[in-house]
C-alpha cells in the first residue's frame, strides 16, 4: 500500500497546475507596468531620458556675438549642456569639471562631443568668462532667453536650471538626456561620471 497520503497529493497537483497561471498573472502584470513606464525594460542607459525630448533649436540657442548657434550640420557634435546664469559657483561648477573629465576619457571620441556653457539670464559675468577660459577653454557658452527653456523643460521631475545636472542633446539639437547628481562629494561625482561614459560609448558607436 502507498504511504502518499491522498489529500497531500491533490495539493501537489493543485500547485502544480497552478504555476502556469501564476506565471501568466505576473507576466500580464508586468506587461502593464512597463507600458505605463512604471518599471523600464527596454533601455540600459544610465542617464535620465526625457520624454519627449526637447528641441533646442525652436530655443534659438545664441553665441556671444548674437548669431545662432545651429545644429544638424555636417560637423555637428554632441553636446553636454550645463545650464546657469551670469555665474557659476558651487554645484554648477562642479559640473563643468564632471563634462571636462568625462569629455577626456572619451579619448578618440573627444571630438565628437562639444562642452556648454548655456546662459539663461543675459551675459556671463567677466569673472566666470575669465574662469571658462582659463580652466574650461574648449567650453562654448551660448545665451537662451530663461522663459522659453523653462517651458520647455516643465515636464521633467527636476528643476530644469539644477545645478547638480547637464543635458545630453543629440547633433539635430534634441535634448534627449540628463544625468543629476544626488550630491557633489567626489565619489557621488566619480560613479556618475562612469555612467556618462559608458552611455556615451554606447552613442557613439
Not at 548657434?69 to 559657483?89: A, E, H, I, K, N
Not at 573627444?110 to 571658462?132: C, H, I, K, Q, W
Request: net charge neutral.
Amino acid at each position: 500500500m502507498s504511504d502518499v497520503n491522498p489529500g497531500t497529493s491533490k495539493k501537489q497537483v493543485a500547485l502544480i497546475l497552478a504555476i502556469p497561471v501564476l506565471v501568466v498573472v505576473l507576466s500580464s502584470i508586468l506587461f502593464l507596468m512597463a507600458k505605463e513606464n512604471v518599471i523600464n525594460f527596454g533601455t540600459v542607459n544610465r542617464g535620465t531620458l526625457i520624454r519627449p525630448p526637447v528641441p533646442l533649436p525652436e530655443l534659438q540657442l545664441s553665441r556671444n556675438d548674437g548669431s545662432e548657434f545651429m545644429f544638424d550640420l555636417p560637423d555637428s557634435r554632441w553636446l553636454f549642456v550645463v545650464v546657469g546664469g551670469t555665474d557659476c559657483r558651487g554645484a554648477c561648477e562642479k559640473m563643468l569639471y564632471l563634462t571636462r573629465q568625462t569629455h577626456i576619457a572619451l579619448g578618440k571620441k573627444t571630438n565628437r562631443v562639444e562642452r556648454v556653457y548655456l546662459a539663461l539670464d543675459g551675459t556671463v559675468s567677466p569673472s566666470l568668462r575669465d574662469f571658462l577660459e582659463r580652466e574650461h577653454e574648449d567650453m562654448t557658452i551660448l545665451y537662451a532667453p530663461a522663459s522659453p527653456f523653462l517651458k520647455a523643460f516643465e515636464h521633467l521631475e527636476i528643476n530644469p536650471r539644477d545645478p547638480r545636472a547637464f543635458y545630453v542633446v543629440d547633433p539635430l539639437g534634441w535634448a534627449m538626456m540628463y544625468y543629476r547628481a544626488a550630491n557633489t562629494d567626489q565619489l557621488e561625482l566619480a560613479a556618475l561620471g562612469k555612467d556618462v561614459l559608458k552611455d556615451m560609448k554606447r552613442l557613439l558607436k
